[in-house]
């Protein structure tokens, strides 16, 4: 959980909980007087702290997913990117994927190190309006294995959150690890105060996925995050010869349209299947450039698209209940 202390016992049932510093776990921990006392409960100084430092980034987008291999990584990218092609925007990702940093390779950005200055962490920059801040620059080899429990990987989130000097930036893409776990509890607790634009989640057709989808919906639910939409990623490959479309992964429950209808979430787009894309993955490049006119491309586009115009929406509401004041422009 993101409440509980990195020097705590395993079983500890965090400093939110009725049993903080009470139960058999918590015998012998050096927290045990401050967790029995309540003053544990008192709310994180680090979550004012990067809501300051989060009021020069204007949009903060988390990317999730309720199963691995369904494309996450592969989106955030490609939304950063898609987005950064527009000059006058300043992009970030945030690759909050401990175990599973994939964003630097499909970046281009594997070797790549972290550099300190007097503000903060310098992000490694892809283009000069393209940040990326990733656990993968903190490796000595991307084959090194991150074996973290819950309370280090929390650590180094609000690290990221806190102490990464992102600079005035227009969009924040924050890339999670698969499932409703420590590292997703910590962005939304972390960000709290600081105003999340909402979360996309992907999917595959296929109900094996759409099960956890779900899931993932009323994980957002439960903390308040809003939902921007789903994208249907993998959803058909069309045969770039014959131009037939085949159905690798059958929608056998009518996919992510009908699950969005019967949840109430917006519906994104649909992705289809293109294996220049995991080229360009491998590669580190951006598919959106190096096949732009391809039919995956310009779903990529509408669905961007849709996602910007949410965020300004939501963004013209926040101000609105702020000032009091209805935006009539």
Same mark, same amino acid.
């Given at each position: 959980?993101?409440?509980?202390?990195?020097?705590?016992?395993?079983?500890?049932?965090?400093?939110?909980?009725?049993?903080?510093?009470?139960?058999?776990?918590?015998?012998?921990?050096?927290?045990?007087?401050?967790?029995?006392?309540?003053?544990?409960?008192?709310?994180?100084?680090?979550?004012?702290?990067?809501?300051?430092?989060?009021?020069?980034?204007?949009?903060?987008?988390?990317?999730?997913?309720?199963?691995?291999?369904?494309?996450?990584?592969?989106?955030?990218?490609? %939304?950063?990117?898609?987005?950064?092609?527009?000059?006058?925007?300043?992009?970030?990702?945030?690759?909050?994927?401990?175990?599973?940093?994939?964003?630097?390779?499909?970046?281009?950005?594997?070797?790549?190190?972290?550099?300190?200055?007097?503000?903060?962490?310098?992000?490694?920059?892809?283009?000069?309006?393209?940040?990326?801040?990733?656990?993968?620059?903190? %490796?000595?080899? #991307?084959?090194?294995?991150?074996?973290?429990?819950?309370?280090?990987?929390?650590? %180094?989130?609000?690290?990221? %959150?806190?102490?990464?000097?992102?600079?005035?930036?227009?969009?924040?893409?924050?890339?999670?690890?698969?499932?409703?776990?420590?590292?997703?509890?910590?962005?939304?607790?972390?960000?709290?105060?600081?105003?999340?634009?909402?979360?996309?989640?992907?999917?595959?057709?296929?109900?094996?996925?759409?099960?956890?989808?779900?899931?993932?919906?009323?994980?957002?639910?439960?903390?308040?995050?809003?939902?921007?939409?789903?994208?249907?990623?993998?959803?058909?490959?069309?045969?770039?010869?014959?131009?037939?479309?085949?159905?690798?992964?059958?929608?056998?429950?009518?996919?992510?349209?009908?699950?969005?209808?019967?949840?109430?979430?917006?519906?994104?787009?649909?992705?289809?299947?293109?294996?220049?894309?995991?080229?360009?993955?491998?590669?580190?490049?951006?598919?959106?450039?190096?096949?732009?006119?391809? #039919?995956?491309?310009?779903?990529?586009?509408?669905?961007?698209?849709?996602?910007?115009?949410?965020?300004?929406?939501?963004?013209?509401?926040?101000?609105?209940?702020?000032?009091?004041?209805?935006?009539?422009?």
């Amino acid at each position: 959980m993101a409440d509980v202390p990195q020097n705590a016992p395993e079983q500890c049932p965090g400093t939110q909980s009725e049993e903080a510093g009470k139960s058999s776990a918590c015998a012998g921990c050096p927290n045990q007087i401050i967790c029995a006392s309540g003053a544990a409960k008192e709310p994180d100084p680090a979550i004012e702290e990067i809501r300051q430092r989060m009021t020069s980034v204007k949009h903060k987008i988390v990317v999730l997913s309720g199963k691995g291999g369904v494309g996450k990584s592969t989106f955030t990218a490609h %939304l950063a990117h898609g987005i950064a092609n527009d000059d006058t925007k300043q992009v970030a990702v945030l690759d909050v994927d401990i175990c599973g940093p994939s964003i630097p390779r499909v970046m281009g950005l594997d070797g790549e190190q972290v550099h300190q200055s007097g503000s903060g962490w310098s992000p490694v920059y892809v283009e000069d309006n393209l940040g990326v801040m990733s656990v993968g620059f903190l %490796l000595g080899s #991307p084959e090194d294995a991150v074996i973290w429990r819950g309370p280090k990987k929390n650590g %180094l989130i609000k690290q990221f %959150l806190r102490d990464v000097d992102w600079g005035e930036i227009d969009y924040l893409v924050i890339d999670t690890p698969p499932g409703t776990s420590d590292e997703h509890l910590s962005v939304v607790q972390y960000l709290s105060a600081a105003n999340v634009d909402g979360a996309v989640i992907i999917t595959t057709p296929q109900e094996v996925s759409l099960l956890d989808v779900r899931k993932e919906i009323n994980f957002c639910k439960k903390v308040d995050l809003p939902v921007i939409g789903v994208v249907e990623n993998m959803s058909g490959f069309v045969c770039p010869n014959c131009k037939i479309e085949s159905q690798i992964f059958p929608p056998t429950t009518g996919g992510a349209v009908k699950m969005c209808q019967d949840m109430q979430v917006p519906f994104l787009g649909k992705l289809p299947l293109d294996p220049r894309i995991g080229k360009c993955c491998d590669e580190g490049k951006s598919y959106l450039s190096e096949v732009p006119d391809s #039919p995956a491309s310009q779903a990529f586009r509408e669905i961007i698209q849709k996602i910007q115009i949410t965020c300004d929406t939501s963004a013209g509401v926040s101000r609105e209940e702020e000032t009091g004041e209805m935006d009539t422009t």
